[in-house]
């Protein structure tokens, strides 16, 4: 149950960072050279201003589901090591 908790904790907010990382690679890409970033679209315009969208409102299920999946595995964590001191 241990494994399976720090599995469950750890990895989801790797993929998390990892998604959220790649698309800020590519608005900095945007911005340095001039433009601005469509993230409605997620493409660079290089003639109308676009406001910026965090990640967590473009993407909030995603967001919440992999928050929700590392509270599971710190729930099981948690057990894992009750069950263990016992």
Known sequence: ?????????????????????????VVNECLSAGGSFNYGESV?????SHPFVPFA????????LTMLASAAGFCCCL????????
């Open 1 to 25: 149950m241990l494994r399976l908790g720090l599995l469950l904790l750890i990895l989801p907010g790797v993929v998390l960072m990892g998604v959220f990382w790649s698309e800020q690679s």
């Open 44 to 48: 660079c315009d290089m003639t109308t």
């Open 57 to 64: 409102m473009r993407n909030p299920l995603f967001v919440n």
């Open 79 to 86: 057990f894992g090591l009750y069950v263990r001191g016992r």
